[in-house]
């Protein structure tokens, strides 16, 4: 059966677009194929955190993913750093990795701005652990958002380049799954920039974690253009092609169908709609979140039991490539 790997961050809340543009669709996969889903904290290392919030945000990012509906049962879900495996191949495969393809990550470019010499390696070498991330377990699919997509066309050349170097037909190159109607959600605050955790305003995002009143709210302040009438033209009106792809997601629609229903009507009133939806959908996962996390046992049982099994993959794998490069070992 075909192996599916993601991973998400341990970083503060879930949002809306981690949601829509990824776990979503992890949810409507995990009976359908073999699935191992991470909380990445390795990668989460990558920009400084403190020790504590660290460990309550990989509860918390566990307890979200079950609650939008992953069964440990159907998948593994596990945190990253238990197995050490992630970390000894991301070391191999830096090997394989030349500067160059790392500099035109944008992501890192984005991520160090300005101050490139103080940047630190390992937020450089993120996208070679990411590779290893995939590669450990030979998953050839990754469901992701737009913005990762970078990301897994330089996992494919490293891929390669480990198999050429090699003349071995190893490692599978990972095929990125970008779909449904929000591949990229956009920040409510502003059209043209993606929906992140890191952004200033919490009235950007929409957290998995937020209440009835907030959603609605949030939803009401959205930002808007001054046009009359809805449309969906994502190059001229970024503000109102993002509520309609955010309702389109949500509803399990074609953004066309939703576009095609609500032409010409205001915004006010499509708020008002898309208030309802969001409601309907996210609290029920943000309930079923603080029930998940007033049993920490369980959290732990639940990341225990997948590092056990994401570690019998590993193992074998990583056995495999240290012999093919020559390594001692058993
Ligand atoms: P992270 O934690 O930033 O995001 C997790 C997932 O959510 C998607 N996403 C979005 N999708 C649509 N619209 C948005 N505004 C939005 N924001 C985030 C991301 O595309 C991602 O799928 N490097 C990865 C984690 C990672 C990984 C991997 C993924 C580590 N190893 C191996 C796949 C395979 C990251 O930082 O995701």
Redesign the pocket.
């Known amino acids: 059966m075909k192996r599916v790997?993601?991973?998400?961050?341990p970083t503060g809340n879930l949002h809306l677009?981690?949601y829509?543009?990824?776990i979503k669709n992890w949810v409507a996969m995990q009976r359908e194929y073999d699935c191992l889903y991470?909380i990445?904290d390795l990668?989460a290392i990558t920009v400084p955190q403190v020790p504590g919030e660290l460990t309550d945000n990989t509860r918390e990012v566990t307890a979200g993913l079950m609650a939008a509906g992953l069964d440990p049962a159907s998948c593994i879900i596990f945190n990253q750093s238990r197995v050490s495996g992630h970390a000894e191949l991301a070391w191999l495969l830096n090997c394989f990795t030349p500067l160059g393809w790392l500099n035109r990550m944008t992501q890192f470019k984005e991520k160090a701005g300005k101050r490139r010499d103080s940047a630190l390696l390992g937020l450089y070498a993120y996208p070679v652990l990411?590779t290893a991330?995939?590669l450990l377990y030979h998953a050839s699919a990754?469901p992701?958002?737009?913005?990762?997509k970078q990301?897994l066309e330089l996992s494919r050349d490293i891929a390669g380049a480990f198999n050429r170097a090699y003349d071995v037909d190893f490692f599978p190159l990972p095929e990125p799954m970008i779909f449904g109607a929000?591949?990229?959600?956009m920040s409510l605050r502003d059209g043209r920039r993606?929906?992140?955790k890191s952004d200033g305003s919490d009235y950007a995002r929409i957290n998995l974690t937020d209440d009835a009143d907030t959603l609605a709210l949030k939803i009401k302040r959205a930002k808007t253009d001054s046009e009359p009438g809805l449309a969906f033209d994502p190059e001229r009106r970024p503000e109102a092609a993002n509520l309609l792809s955010i309702y389109a997601a949500l509803a399990d629609e074609p953004v066309e169908r939703v576009a095609a229903e609500h032409t010409g009507m205001g915004f006010a009133d499509f708020k008002g709609r898309l208030a309802d939806l969001a409601i309907e959908t996210l609290s029920p996962i943000a309930a079923r979140m603080r029930e998940l996390l007033a049993d920490p046992a369980y959290i732990e049982e639940v990341l225990t039991d997948g590092a056990e099994r994401a570690h019998a993959i590993a193992d074998a794998n990583l056995a495999r490539a240290r012999q093919i490069m020559g390594l001692l070992g058993d």
């Open positions: 790997f993601s991973g998400v961050q677009g981690n829509l543009g990824a991470c990445v990668h990411m991330d995939i990754v992701v958002g737009e913005d990762q990301h929000a591949t990229r959600v993606k929906m992140s």
